[in-house]
């Protein structure tokens, strides 16, 4: 990994000449993000992401916790106890500068003894997951790493919106898929480009059956304007 996103946000935290982003997916063609936007503070958050910090409480852990601004939030607004972890040095270079006290380069499935009352899984958090039949090999995980009465709140969604529609009203499905949420992402920043990687976008009933499968309860709180959606998963 070129670590292109981290070198983004670094660059922006740093002021050293930050770009946008160009983004591009199996199924969408290039785009631009704005770094700036992952900088975002509480009141510039889309609701799910407000309602999420919201519903945090005790030991919380951020999974993916890009430049942290979800766990600046929680540490400065709430002083929650807040671990905060990535797979980009970069990133977690960005969240200390920018005054996170526990950032830490770590994969989720690493995590070892250490539980927690709140883990949160923003910004599509089930993209992590890859594919579809890894979802419950991160829900284990994230199951076992939960305290007693804990949560984890998680966002995402369907995207079958932006699949063709057939004359009797069906969808175009790309047969090489196991699941239509599945995309092949690509990044692009400075004129370098990222290796490929999968992306995991699941819809609310799917997500619901894979926690049911993994003995946990899922329960939607909030919609978004856009087929996006926050769940909470307990015990």
């Known amino acids: 990994m070129k670590d292109l996103f981290g070198k983004a946000m670094f660059d922006f935290q740093t002021n050293n000449s930050p770009e946008d982003i160009i983004t591009e997916t199996s199924i969408s063609e290039e785009d631009e993000m704005s770094v700036a936007y992952l900088f975002r503070s509480y009141k510039e958050m889309p609701k799910l992401e407000q309602k999420a910090l919201q519903l945090a409480f005790g030991k919380t852990l951020d999974v993916g916790c890009g430049a942290g601004s979800h766990s600046l939030s929680l540490q400065k607004d709430r002083n929650l106890d807040v671990t905060s972890i990535d797979i980009s040095e970069k990133a977690i270079e960005t969240c200390k500068l920018r005054g996170i006290k526990n950032a830490k ?72 898929n196991d699941y239509y949420g599945e995309i092949i992402f690509t990044i692009s920043y400075k004129a370098e480009k990222e290796e490929p990687f ?38």
């Open 105 to 176: 380069v770590l994969n989720i499935l690493d995590v070892e003894e250490e539980k927690f009352d709140t883990i949160l899984l923003l910004m599509n958090g089930t993209g992590i997951f890859g594919k579809l039949q890894n979802c419950n090999k991160y829900l284990s995980k994230l199951k076992s790493l939960l305290n007693e009465g804990g949560q984890i709140l998680i966002d995402s969604s369907d995207i079958i919106y932006m699949f063709d529609e057939d004359e009797d009203g069906g969808k175009w499905i790309p047969s090489d």
């Open 198 to 235: 999968n992306w995991l976008y699941l819809d609310y009933n799917t997500l619901q059956n894979a926690a049911i499968a993994n003995g946990l309860k899922c329960e939607l709180i909030l919609e978004g304007e856009h087929y996006d959606y926050l769940a909470r998963l307990t015990i």
